[in-house]
């Protein structure tokens, strides 16, 4: 059974950083993408980035561009979005998932996607 678990939110002033972390387990298949997404209360859930196991490429939404950079070690398993000069609109629940045998796509479709950590909080607030 795959098991994904991400980690790292906290509270943060506006202009501050965190790293969230995801661990992703229970699967044999070498390509795989690990996507990053949020959802603020009342909003709909949001595509944050990508990265593709194999080739490392990175797909960003427009608003984190810049500020937020997705990376990874492939052979733990284990994937990181690192944010900076956080803004009180990233404040969200963060979730990391998994789309086994596909590569990112530019639009980060969360229906792309087959399994996903349960969140982590991010709060950005002053």
């Known amino acids: 059974q795959v098991h994904v678990v991400e980690s790292g939110g906290g509270l943060v002033e506006p202009g501050g950083s965190l790293r969230l972390s995801c661990a992703a387990s229970g699967f044999s298949l070498n390509y795989f993408a690990i996507g990053w997404f949020r959802q603020a209360p009342g909003k709909e859930r949001e595509g944050v980035s990508c990265?593709?196991?194999?080739?490392?490429?990175?797909n960003y939404a427009d608003s984190v561009k810049g500020r937020f950079t997705t990376s990874g070690d492939n052979a733990k398993n284990v994937f990181y979005l690192q944010m900076n000069n956080l803004k009180p609109e990233d404040a969200a629940v963060y979730y990391c998932a998994v789309a086994i045998g596909r590569p990112c796509r530019v639009g980060i479709s969360e229906r792309t996607f087959d399994y996903w950590g349960q969140g982590t909080q991010v709060t950005v607030s002053s």
């Open positions: 990265i593709t196991s194999t080739e490392g490429v990175t």
